[in-house]
């Protein structure tokens, strides 16, 4: 499929629902950029995110055409374009709406920051278990 530490355009309802789903199994911060070809504002923010990606291997990125996936953005109730949606196992906890470089920034090093540290937690209280199983 898509390469890690990049923005993946999901094209077919089938690649959205396997994206959502891969980010919900790992527990990951998954940034969904609605987005559509004739936005200008869209399109001036589109490397700002590539460039997140890159920085964060953390977190998912996906994009969706709303013209192309109509019943995803109405689905989760997008109305303008771009709308950034922060989505941890299958819940909106943030939102952007607009071409807002630094909150969007922001917002994705705070979520991701929260994400690590809940996943190390996780990962500890397994090892602690683990440990004091075997003792």
């Given at each position: 499929m898509a390469e890690e530490n990049q923005v993946i355009?999901?094209?077919?309802?089938?690649?959205?629902?396997?994206?959502?789903?891969?980010?919900?199994?790992?527990?990951?911060?998954v940034v969904v950029d609605f987005t559509a070809s004739w936005c200008g504002p869209c399109r001036l923010i589109a490397p700002i995110l590539a460039e997140l990606a890159k920085k964060t291997p953390e977190v998912t990125f996906l994009k969706v055409d709303v013209d192309e996936l109509?019943?995803?953005?109405?689905?989760?109730?997008v109305e303008a374009m771009p709308t950034f949606l922060?989505?941890?196992?299958?819940?909106?906890?943030?939102?952007?709406?607009?071409?807002?470089?630094d909150e969007l920034q922001i917002k994705v090093a705070k979520h991701a920051a929260a994400a690590s540290a809940t996943s190390a937690s996780a990962t500890a209280a397994t090892?602690?278990?683990t440990a004091t199983a075997s003792a």
């Open positions: 355009g999901c094209h077919t309802t089938q690649a959205w629902e396997e994206q959502l789903h891969k980010g919900n199994e790992n527990k990951k911060l109509r019943t995803v953005s109405e689905e989760w109730g922060f989505l941890k196992e299958g819940k909106i906890v943030d939102k952007v709406v607009g071409a807002k470089k090892a602690t278990a």
